[in-house]
């Protein structure tokens, strides 16, 4: 489903990738704005190991197919990591 809505899954393939992944709250969106554009990361640590990466049009399209419920709440980065420094994960690799 994320695939379709136009996120790219990105693989945690060292160590400081899988840290990157375990930090953020699994299966949950989080959204990171870096120059005021918004992506949003989906962990998925059990069934790929990798995170899903999209815009705002994908994240649009996620809560189209399954009628999310946009609570900026939910959307907090977790486990004491700022969002806007994880980057933009262009060095991981493809899923």
């Known amino acids: 489903m994320l695939t379709k809505a136009g996120f790219v899954a990105k693989r945690a393939s060292t160590p400081e990738q899988v840290a990157v992944l375990n930090s953020l709250p699994a299966n949950t969106f989080v959204r990171q704005t870096t120059n005021g554009k918004a992506t949003y990361l989906y962990a998925d640590p059990a069934a790929c190991g990798c995170v899903h990466v999209g815009g705002e049009s994908a994240f649009q ?35």
């Not at 939910?74 to 420094?85: H, K, V």
């Open 61 to 95: 399209s996620v809560r189209g197919m399954q009628n999310i419920v946009y609570d900026m709440n939910r959307l907090e980065f977790g486990g004491g990591l700022d969002p806007d420094n994880i980057g933009d994960l262009s060095d991981w690799q493809p899923f």
